[in-house]
């Protein structure tokens, strides 16, 4: 049984976060959103990784991340990168270490298993402290238990306003606020850990756009 994080995620969901996103719409350091395929293609040490992924990607290994080593995929759409997925073995260090990181300045937002969601802003504001404890240990444990697990975390959220759940949090914030996904997932065979980065309101802007665009007859 891996030793899950409840009592510290409480005090996460908790805190107050007001930083603001990257500069230059960076998804995972040097990883910016938007940038071309042949930026990395024939970069040494990238290789193709589309048919594991199961979309068009960019892998290369060994990419250091709270002192943890991750193979990093990169998913593109249209040839841009739209998503860095951070990919290893579960490690409960790198479990850990990976929240305590993105705690630091995103805040986590919502838990979810294969079928359901734990809004934990509208959680908090309808329960007292015990309470939200309490419903996050018992949704993260039965989660955690059928090996589908997943955080999410916004950047930079402003807990000061109060969002009453995480639609009208999402939907106030900046169009390049980053979005973490921290993922367990165990088939029983094998566990692994994978942390997310992406730009979702950037995505949902680019298709608003395309279905603007005039169609061609046919």
Do not use: W
Not at 41 to 70: M, P, R
Not at 138 to 159: C, K, P, Q
């Amino acid at each position: 049984m891996k030793t899950l994080l409840s009592k510290g995620l409480a005090m996460t969901a908790a805190m107050a976060l007001c930083t603001s996103a990257l500069a230059d719409d960076a998804l995972f350091k040097e990883h910016v959103y938007g940038a071309p395929f042949s930026k990395y293609s024939n970069q040494a040490g990238y290789y193709d990784c589309s048919v594991e992924i199961g979309a068009t990607a960019l892998c290369i290994d060994d990419v250091k991340f709270v002192g943890h080593a991750f193979t990093a995929a990169l998913l593109f759409s249209g040839d841009k990168l739209y998503m860095v997925s951070l990919l290893s073995g579960f490690e409960q260090q790198a479990y850990v270490q990976a929240v305590a990181a993105l705690a630091k300045t995103f805040a986590l937002v919502s838990l979810a298993d294969a079928s359901s969601q734990l809004d934990l802003l509208d959680l908090d504001r309808r329960s007292s402290r015990q309470d939200f404890a309490a419903k996050l240990s018992s949704y993260e444990s039965v989660a955690a238990n059928a090996g589908n697990l997943t955080y999410t975390f916004i950047e930079g959220l402003d807990r000061a306003k109060k969002h009453p759940n995480v639609t009208t949090a999402v939907a106030a914030a900046k169009d390049n606020t980053r979005v973490a996904e921290l993922v367990i997932m165990d088939d029983g065979a094998d566990s692994i850990l994978a942390v997310r980065f992406s730009f979702p309101k950037l995505e949902a802007r680019k298709l608003k756009d395309a279905l603007a665009s005039p169609v061609e007859d046919f």
